[in-house]
């Protein structure tokens, strides 16, 4: 599948539900020192190719935002408190008119996905965007079909920015078996 950069919006976050955790796992709140746990998380789940990289583009987008990190990111950890994976409920001052949240690296390691985890681990960062933001954004792939179809779920809704953008919907409605635009 090719693979192109995509966006979505949701205009309306406030009513957005808020989908239970799995009996045994839990969230906890980003801690200092956590990068390296982000970072091994997001390239277990494929978002980067080797572990310094992630943590470069950690080091990049988040140093100096550590106190935003602490209310805004979340670990989803297993019933061994091992950390599995992660989300943010972030935002983005440059993007349309700054006032939109910004759902931000969702991601869970592989051993871990395909058991109704997602759903709460979106929700919940959702849930964390809504004390500072009625709208939210998000940044995904064409090959992130399932992520896609989950945010669909939840109200957002493909935003055409780039010349490719509607190419790549077309892609994903194929895949999904949906119009999307």
């Known amino acids: 599948m090719k693979h192109i950069k995509l966006s979505m919006i949701n205009e309306d976050i406030t009513s ?31 978002e980067f190719s080797d572990l310094e990289a992630a943590l470069r ?5 988040f140093t100096g935002f550590e106190d935003e990190l ?14 599995i994976g992660t989300s943010m409920g972030w935002y983005n001052r440059e993007f349309r008119d700054g006032g939109f ?15 109704g985890l997602a759903r ?13 933001h009625t709208k939210a954004y998000v940044t995904t792939q064409t090959t992130s079909y399932k992520a896609i179809k989950l ?10 920015h780039t010349e490719d953008c ?16």
């Open 16 to 46: 957005c539900p808020l989908v239970p955790l799995k009996e045994g796992f839990s969230f906890r709140y980003w801690r200092p020192g956590d990068e390296e746990i982000w970072a091994e998380i997001e390239t277990a789940a494929g």
């Open 57 to 61: 583009r950690f080091a990049d987008e």
């Open 70 to 83: 602490k209310e805004r990111c979340l670990i989803l950890e297993s019933k061994d408190k091992e950390p």
């Open 101 to 115: 949240g910004r759902l931000h690296w969702v991601s869970i390691v592989p051993a871990y996905q395909g058991l």
């Open 120 to 132: 709460p681990l979106v929700t919940h960062a959702i849930d964390l965007m809504k004390a500072h």
């Open 151 to 160: 945010y669909l779920d939840y109200g957002f809704r493909p935003l055409m």
């Open 166 to 181: 509607q190419e790549g919907w077309q892609i994903v409605a194929k895949t999904l078996g949906q119009t999307l635009v």
